[in-house]
């Protein structure tokens, strides 16, 4: 069945009231990932910069997380300190990592600074060490390695995400599949669709209309011939592998009233079995019930374990009403399982920008990841384009490109 916005929640950030706020604390790096969208020119940010930035969020971005990102933000020399200065704030610091620099000693000194937890990206398509032509299923050895040292400290929530590629696109249920399996230890999923330019076929301006060598951007590549996958895509892979995943919001695009640029869902189960999803209903009073109560909306929830009270709402959303169905049949099975316990495990699908015939890229709508450039605020997927070109830039297809496309139709 074809997605309908009209039978998802649509999440109700914007730019000055939004759950999220995009850290980049250093562009250092210790591998490269495959479409990565950041390039090494500054090196880490002093302490007192990134304390000013905070500084910024808070007055214009009403976050309830921080996301601490790079670059590798584990590989700053301050990061326990950032953590703190971040937990002191009263946000929550969330750590996106490679986890390559990730050890039991500096988990520690983490948490007790006052880290929340962490978002660790992990896929085939990144120059790791000794994890190289592995597929999906192969990486799920590695991602069991970060969820068992994580857990062994315990407390700190953990997402996984991965960017999904045409060549990886079938290998998503395989991530998935494992993640069911860590119920409770695993609190969320992403996949996030690959997106590149191309500079063979492509000509870009700037905002001053003089053209530039696209070449100086990380992530456009010489040439790319398979077809882009799309987060319907992907949330219809899942839903064929398992039927009892729904989504229940969205966030559209800055220019195609079709676009479904990101895709929130959650599972509701236990460590023994996923017994169903939360609904657009549940999704919207998560949302506005957090902001009632504590003044933001939600990206990251406080706990994984929320219990069988979201089971009270099945009255009112027909998703969690199956799920609680679902829930009571095995208890009647199985009366011991009752005292279980009952979590959620998030799974979000990004579709990253889509060039536009025009030159502009459909961006996510209230992105929830930009970043503080300049005094403004700004798409982290094209910050790079400010610090190298001073703004955004205008790509389009070079006109013998058209021609020919125009004589093979």
Same mark, same amino acid.
Not at 16 to 45: F, S
């Given at each position: 069945?074809?997605?309908?916005?009209?039978?998802?929640?649509?999440?109700?950030?914007?730019?000055?009231?939004?759950?999220?706020?995009?850290?980049?604390?250093?562009?250092?790096?210790?591998?490269?990932?495959?479409?990565?969208?950041?390039?090494?020119?500054?090196?880490?940010?002093?302490?007192?910069?990134?304390?000013?930035?905070?500084?910024?969020?808070?007055?214009?971005?009403?976050?309830?997380?921080?996301?601490?990102?790079?670059?590798?933000?584990?590989?700053?020399?301050?990061?326990?300190?950032?953590?703190?200065?971040?937990?002191?704030?009263?946000?929550?610091?969330?750590?996106?990592?490679?986890?390559?620099?990730?050890?039991?000693?500096?988990?520690?000194?983490?948490?007790?600074?006052?880290?929340?937890?962490?978002?660790?990206?992990?896929?085939?398509?990144?120059?790791?060490?000794?994890?190289?032509?592995?597929?999906?299923?192969?990486?799920?050895?590695?991602?069991?390695?970060?969820?068992?040292?994580?857990?062994?400290?315990?407390?700190?929530?953990?997402?996984?995400?991965?960017?999904?590629?045409?060549?990886?696109?079938?290998?998503?249920?395989?991530?998935?599949?494992?993640?069911?399996?860590?119920?409770?230890?695993?609190?969320?999923?992403?996949?996030?669709?690959?997106?590149?330019?191309?500079?063979?076929?492509?000509?870009?301006?700037?905002?001053? *209309?003089?053209?530039? =060598?696209?070449?100086?951007?990380?992530?456009?590549?010489?040439? $790319? #011939?398979? &077809?882009? +996958?799309? /987060?319907?895509?992907?949330?219809?892979?899942?839903?064929?592998?398992?039927?009892?995943?729904?989504?229940?919001?969205?966030?559209?695009?800055?220019?195609?009233?079709?676009?479904?640029?990101?895709?929130?869902?959650?599972?509701?189960?236990?460590?023994?079995?996923?017994?169903?999803?939360?609904?657009?209903?549940?999704?919207?009073?998560?949302?506005?019930?957090?902001?009632?109560?504590?003044?933001?909306?939600?990206?990251?929830?406080?706990?994984?374990?929320?219990?069988?009270?979201?089971?009270?709402?099945?009255?009112?959303?027909?998703?969690?009403?199956?799920?609680?169905?679902?829930?009571?049949?095995?208890?009647?099975?199985?009366?011991?399982?009752?005292?279980?316990?009952?979590?959620?495990?998030?799974?979000?699908?990004?579709?990253?920008?889509?060039?536009?015939? *025009?030159?502009?890229? =459909?961006?996510?709508?209230?992105?929830?990841?930009?970043?503080? $450039? #300049?005094? &403004?605020? +700004?798409? /982290?997927?094209?910050?790079?384009?400010?610090?190298?070109?001073?703004?955004?830039?205008?790509?389009?297809?070079?006109?013998?490109?058209?021609?020919?496309?125009?004589?093979?139709?």
């Amino acid at each position: 069945m074809a997605l309908d916005k009209r039978d998802l929640y649509r999440l109700p950030w914007s730019m000055n009231d939004n759950p999220i706020a995009w850290l980049e604390i250093t562009d250092v790096c210790n591998i490269y990932c495959e479409g990565c969208y950041r390039q090494r020119m500054t090196g880490h940010k002093t302490l007192d910069e990134v304390k000013e930035e905070v500084a910024f969020f808070k007055q214009w971005r009403n976050p309830d997380n921080v996301s601490i990102a790079g670059g590798e933000p584990l590989i700053h020399p301050q990061i326990v300190d950032i953590v703190a200065h971040i937990a002191a704030s009263g946000i929550k610091p969330i750590i996106l990592t490679n986890a390559v620099a990730l050890k039991p000693e500096l988990l520690r000194e983490l948490k007790k600074a006052g880290l929340a937890g962490f978002t660790v990206h992990i896929d085939s398509h990144q120059n790791r060490p000794h994890w190289k032509d592995k597929t999906e299923a192969d990486l799920n050895e590695l991602r069991q390695q970060v969820t068992d040292m994580v857990a062994e400290v315990g407390g700190l929530y953990l997402v996984f995400n991965s960017t999904v590629y045409p060549s990886t696109f079938h290998e998503i249920p395989d991530v998935m599949r494992w993640g069911r399996q860590n119920f409770g230890r695993v609190h969320g999923l992403v996949f996030i669709t690959y997106r590149t330019a191309t500079s063979d076929t492509s000509v870009a301006t700037d905002s001053t *209309d003089q053209k530039v =060598d696209l070449t100086k951007l990380s992530y456009v590549k010489e040439h $790319f #011939d398979e &077809k882009f +996958v799309t /987060s319907p895509e992907v949330y219809d892979l899942l839903k064929e592998a398992f039927p009892e995943f729904e989504a229940a919001g969205y966030l559209g695009g800055s220019i195609r009233h079709d676009s479904f640029k990101w895709l929130a869902g959650a599972q509701i189960g236990s460590r023994r079995q996923v017994f169903g999803s939360v609904g657009k209903q549940a999704m919207e009073v998560a949302q506005a019930g957090h902001h009632i109560l504590k003044g933001t909306y939600l990206a990251y929830l406080s706990q994984a374990q929320i219990g069988r009270k979201v089971f009270l709402l099945s009255p009112w959303d027909p998703a969690v009403r199956q799920a609680a169905k679902n829930w009571w049949h095995d208890v009647v099975r199985h009366p011991s399982h009752l005292f279980d316990g009952i979590y959620v495990q998030s799974v979000g699908v990004i579709q990253a920008p889509d060039l536009m015939p *025009d030159g502009r890229a =459909d961006m996510c709508d209230s992105c929830p990841d930009i970043t503080y $450039f #300049d005094g &403004k605020l +700004v798409n /982290s997927c094209r910050l790079d384009e400010y610090r190298i070109f001073g703004g955004f830039l205008s790509v389009v297809e070079k006109p013998e490109v058209e021609t020919i496309a125009g004589r093979l139709n």
